[in-house]
Structures are given as C-alpha cells and as structure tokens.
C-alpha cells in the first residue's frame, strides 16, 4: 500500500513539475504579449501625437487660406477698384501710369497663381496624410483586437491553469498528509516488525544449530551410503523415468488413430489413381486391344503397374507405428522408433513419383499431339503438366519435413528440440498446399474430361475410365482437405513440450537411451503393482496338508487322463493311418482284380480255341475267383503273394500238386473270421474309450464354463482393480510431485544454511587466526 501511495505521489509531483513547466512558458508568453501590447499602446500614443500634429497644421494651413482667400478677395476688390479708377483716369492720364497698372496686374496674378498652386499641394498632402492615418487606424484597431482576443484566451488559460494548480496542491496537500498517517502507522509496524525480526533471528539461530547437526548426520549417511550422485551428468539423467502423463498418451494414440484412418483413405486413392491411369493409357490415345501402344506409353504403364508395392506400405508402416504406441509408453519424437520406417516408405513413394513425372509429361504431350485433340484439351493438359509437377514437389517436401521428424529417434543430434515447432508448422502448409494442388487437378481434370466427351471418337471404355480416375481425384483432394484440417486442428498437441524432452540438466536424449527409460519404466511399473499385492491369508497346517493330499491326487488324476488322451489320440491317429492304408490296398487290389480277370478271360479264349475242354467261367463282378482259376492263374504267373495286413497267402504250384479245395477255403475263411472277430474287439473297445473320453469331455466341457464365469468375474474385477490402480498411480503422482516440491524447497533451505555454515566456519577461522596471531604477538614481547 506505502508502495502504491510513493508511486501515486511520484506520478503526481512529476505531472506538478510537467504543469509547472508549462506555466512558466505561458507566463513567458503572457509578458511578451503584454511587451508588446505595451510597445503598440506606445506607438498608437505616437500615430495619435502625429494626428494631432497634422490636424493642427491642418488647422494652420486652413487658417492661413482662409486669410489669404480674404486677402485675394480684398486684392480682387482693390483690383477692381483699381481698374475702374483706371478707366476713369483714361482719358485723364497717359500711357506710363497704365503700364504701371499692368506691371502690378502681372505680379499679382503670379502671386496669385503661387498661392493657388501651393493651396494644391496642401490639400493633395492633407487628403493623402488622411487616409494614410486612416489606414493606419484601422490596422491598428484590428491588431489590437486580435492582441486583445489573445491576451483573453492567455488570461482564460493561465486562469484555468492556476485552477488546475491548485486543486493539484490540494489533492498533494491531502495525500501528503495521508501519506504522513500511513507513514506514522507503518514506523509502528516496522518497530513491531523489528521485534519479529529479531525473535525470528534468535529461532534462526536455533534451526542453523538443529540443521547443522542434521546436516553434518546426512552428509556422513550420504558418504557412507550413496554410491554416486547421478544427477551430474546428462546422460545419467535421460535415463530417469519421467512422471506418466496418461492424458497425454490417450491423446496421442487418438491422433495416431486418426491418422492411420487418414492414410488409409490416402492410400486407397493412390492406388485408384495410378492403377485407372494405367487403364487409360492403354486404351488412349491409341488401344492396345487393336493397335500397339507408343513405347513411351508402354515404359510408364509399366511403371504405373508397380504402384501397390510403394504405396501399400504407407498404410503397413503406419498401422505398425499406431501398435507402438500404447497407454504404457512415452511417446516422444525420440521415443517413436516406428516413424523412421514409415519415413524410408514415404521416401520411395516419393522417388517413385519423381521417376514417373518425366513419363506423365511427355505421355501428356504425345495426347496433345493427337489429330483430334482440341485447342481446349490441349490448354487443359498443359495445366495438368504443371500441376502434376507441383504435385511432386510438394510430395518431395513432405518427404524431407518427414525425414525430419524422423531423426530424433534415429540421430538427435541432427535436428535440435527448438527446432520441432517450425518443422511441424512447415509440415502443416505443406499439407495445405497439397489440398489445394489436388483441387486444381481435380478442376483440371474434370474439364478436361468434359472436353473429351464432345470428341466424336471417345469410346465407352474411354468415359467410364475417366469417370473413375475424376473420383479418385476428388477422394485425393477430400482427404488431403481433412488431413490438412486434421493437422492444423491437432498443431498444438504436436508443438507442445514433451515430459521426457525438456527435463533439467538432460541433454541430447540418444534413441539408446529412451529405448533403456522404456524398459526402465515397465520395470518400476511391475514393482509398483507387486507391491500393491495384497498378502494371501494364512491357512491351518490341517487345512492345508489335506488340500495338498487332494492336490496331488487331483494332479495325479490329471496326469493319468492327460496320458490316456495321448494314448488314444496316438491310436486314433495310427487308425487312420491304417484306414489309409487299407484303402489303397483295397484300391490296388481291385486294379490286380481287374488285370488278373482280364488275364484269365484271355487264357480261356486261348484254351477254347486249343482244347474241347471246358474251361471255368470268371466272375465279371470282381469277387474272389474259385480254386480252379487260382490254380490256372498260379500255373501261368508262378507264386501269388499278398503283402497286406491281413496276413500273407503264398500258393505255390510245386510238382504240379493241387491242395484240396475245400481245405483251402475253410483255411481262408477261418483266417477272415479271426480278423474279423479281432476288428470287432477293437473296435467295442474303441466305443467304450470313446464313451469315456465322451463323459470325460462332457465334464470338461462343464468344468470349461465354470472356468468362463469365474473368468468373466475376475476380468471385472481386474478393470475395477485397474481403475483403482490408474486413481492410486494419479494420486501417487500428485503426492510425489507434492514431496519433490517438498524436497526441492529443504534442498534450497539446506544449501542457504550451509552458506551460513561456511560464513560462519570462515568468521570462526579468521577469529582464531586473529587470537593465534595475538597470541604470538603477546608471546614475543
């Protein structure tokens, strides 16, 4: 408040000085005026004196004509009477007095004539002495009015000036008596304030002793216990964990997704572009379905055909950097590691484009140069030239702005924190100018379709071509327009200082580093959540030996289940093998059936034709032929042997001896009977283990679902546990900032008292360097 009325009072005496100032120009200007008022009043004084002077002499002068008009009246009167004594004395006298008379009548008349020209030149000075005064006058009244008006108006404002100065005494008289007031009151609270004072310094000196004593227990603690102090360099300091900015993450991963859906659109109508331009390359100018292309043309369609492997990846590369960025990391530009291969995939689009341009311009020229173009089309390809060219520029400073971006996580020290903001403000217009180089091509683009479609040759496939390619121009501009406005609308995000980036004392943060606080970071995350594990209850040792007992048979019964289910999916899967099996020998079998038949039927035909005999029939069925037949068919082929599971049948044809035939079939078919009888038994036992595992799977199958629902009930649990974790983490926060801020201020209390200390420890040193030198001072005398 003091502060306040000092500087109120401060302002007021300067504004007194500034008005002061100003008076005593004014007052400077009021007495020249007054001067030479003065000086005017003195020379009307003198123009008066003049007047007067001159009416006086006019005076004179009238006086002095009117005396001599009477005396030219009286000479007149005594001319006249002269002259009429002359005619008298005519005749009386002679011719010598009337000479005479005529030498007086010559000198009066020049008298007169003097007079009467000097009574001229009076009245000429007297009539121009007059309006000279006139003139005068008036130029002095008009003067004395204007100095009039001005002595007024300096009189009204040195008036209202003296005014202005008094009421601002005033108002300084008034608060100089407030200020006095406020004066008194705060010398009351400066000698209590005093009082404070040194109550405070006698408490201080008791805190530097409690401190003190503290200090000297710490320091030993800390050179006892602390191993290094890893504060001092920088690059100890990149690997703090920084404080978990949740808000900050969720945000990013929005953007992020965001961002992949923008691609993807992006993606998409760069594919739709190049791919429906390869088409209408080939079918114009010139259709590869009737006539061969220009070779030109043939090079860029092969080119435009290789679009997909550059551009697919924008949307792989992104959609690997959106999975890398989770609620649990720290995503800076140091921290994205995934951003330097969507960068290297940019890149090769953008070479791709800058290899195609040369094969679009001239591709464009070679459509001018067709017969049936027209001057319209002609001006409209010359427009998608130049804007096919910027186009490409633009996409080459994307590239590099990307590239940018890029290198913190690769090379940090190529791209320094203080430049981050300009690189995403470049990257933002750069964004914009491609929204409108798009709008321009879709313009283009479109006329020059409407251009194409008035020509007498355009062919159907030709419009549907150029109809796709204007849509996909158009989903180009659309989602160039929302990225820009996406970009713009997200800049401050982008430019906002990171947590991990602008820590005190931290230096070039290496992507080694960041990748180490990473890992840092999930390691004291881990410890955190064991260590807000809730301690399991403790169990009696009878509770707990007879729940061991049902463990282990629960894990034996599970063991021998688990072995039985092995088993019988190794015998499932060697009966299939044997199903397999058995139905290629049944295959092959039936082939040596129908070879063998064919066989016999050819040897019966042979022995008809040699022989009367008759000769046994073959069953054109394919079953089994008798014992006659085999006997015929062992005579010819030698030994048959059977080489499947079921057993092996040798018949041999030694001597020429025919076994018994009834023998023979009851061997056979008692060995069919026993192979059957063995199939049937497995096969009962294969439906009794198949009953079982059915009842084992149904209560598995029942065991399954209760398994479900404890899950379902754990997994809410777990988010309920989880958002208690996300407040517990939030407050944790809170109070470790709390208890930092805390600590910060005892470290800046505990670095003045140890100046003090020192001060103090210098002073005591100097005092007993005094009393050593005193001492030996004393000690020499």
Known sequence: MAADLQSKYQKLAQEYSKLRAQNQVLKKAVVDEQGQGTSLKEELKMKDQSVRKLQQEMDSLTFRNQQLAKRVELLQEELVTTEAKGKKNKQKNTDPPSQMNQQRQSVFDEDLQNKIEENERLHKQVQEAQEKHRQIETELKERLVVLERDSMQHHAVVDGLKQKYMDTIEKLQIDKAN???????????????????????????????????????????????????????????????????????????????????????????????????????????????????????????????????????????????FESITEETV???????????????????????????????????????????????????????????????????????????????????????????????????????????????????????????????????????????LSSVVALSNVTGKIGTFFSNNLDFFTAPSVYGLRVGMGVIDPLTAECMLANKKKAAAYIKSLKK???????????????????????????????????????????????????????????????????????????TTSTGPMPSIQENGAIPKIEDLHLVERDSGPVKSTSLVGLLTTSTINNEIPDAESREQLIKSHYMMRVAELT????????????????????????????????????????????????????????????????????????????????????????MGSKSNAKKNRGR
Not at 740 to 754: K, T
């Open 331 to 469: 995503t800076t530009l140091e921290t994205t590691v995934k951003l330097k291969p969507f960068s290297d995939v940019f890149t090769s689009y953008s070479c791709f484009l800058k290899k195609i341009l040369p094969y679009q311009l001239k591709s464009l020229e070679e459509e001018c140069e067709y017969s049936v173009c027209t001057a319209n089309l002609r001006a409209r390809n010359m427009e998608l030239q130049s804007d096919m060219q910027k186009m490409t520029a633009i996409f080459e400073k994307l590239q590099v702005y990307i590239s940018l971006l890029a290198l913190p996580s690769t090379k940090p020290e190529m791209l320094l924190q203080t430049n981050y903001n300009a690189v995403f403000t470049q990257l933002a217009a750069c964004l914009h100018s491609l929204h409108d180089v798009m709008k321009d091509i879709s313009k283009h683009y479109s006329q020059k379709i409407s251009f194409e479609q008035e020509l007498p040759t355009i062919t159907q496939k030709l419009k549907n071509t150029n109809d796709c390619i």
């Open 179 to 321: 200020l006095e007031v406020k004066s008194h009151s705060l010398e009351r609270e400066a000698k209590e304030c005093r009082l404070r004072t040194e109550e405070c310094q006698q408490q201080l000196k008791n805190i530097h002793t409690d401190l003190g004593s503290r200090l000297d227990q710490s320091t030993s603690i800390i050179q006892e216990k602390v191993p290094f102090n890893d504060t001092r360099f920088a690059e100890y300091n990149t690997l703090d964990v920084p404080v978990h900015d949740r808000r900050h993450q969720l945000k990013a991963r929005d953007v992020n997704g965001q961002a992949l859906a923008f691609v993807r659109d992006l993606v998409g109508a760069l594919l739709n572009f190049h791919t429906y331009t390869e088409q209408r390359i080939q079918i114009y100018p010139i259709d590869s379905a009737t006539d061969t292309i220009s070779p030109l043309n043939q090079k860029f369609s092969e080119h435009l055909h290789e679009n997909a492997s550059y551009v697919r990846p924008l949307e792989e590369r992104m959609l690997h950097l």
């Open 681 to 768: 038994s497995q096969l009962q036992i294969a439906d009794s283990k198949s009953v079982h595992f059915y009842a084992e799977c149904r209560a598995l199958a029942k065991r399954l679902a209760l398994a479900e629902k404890s899950r379902e009930t754990l997994s809410e649990e777990i988010k309920v546990a989880n958002q208690n974790i996300v407040r517990l983490q939030d407050e944790l926060t809170t109070t470790k900032r709390s208890y930092e801020d805390q600590l910060s201020m005892m470290s800046d209390h505990l670095c003045s008292m140890n100046e003090t200390l020192s001060k103090q420890r210098e002073e005591i040193d100097s005092l007993r």
């Open 534 to 608: 809730t301690c399991p209850g403790s169990v009696p040792y009878e509770e707990a030996l007879a729940n061991r007992r049902s463990i282990l048979s629960s894990t034996e019964s599970r063991e021998g289940l688990s072995q039985q289910v092995q088993q019988s999916q190794e015998k499932i899967a060697k009966l299939e093998q044997e199903k397999e099996h058995w139905m290629l020998e049944a295959q092959l079998a039936k082939i040596k059936l129908e070879k063998e038949n064919q066989r016999l039927i050819d040897m019966e035909n042979q022995f008809k």
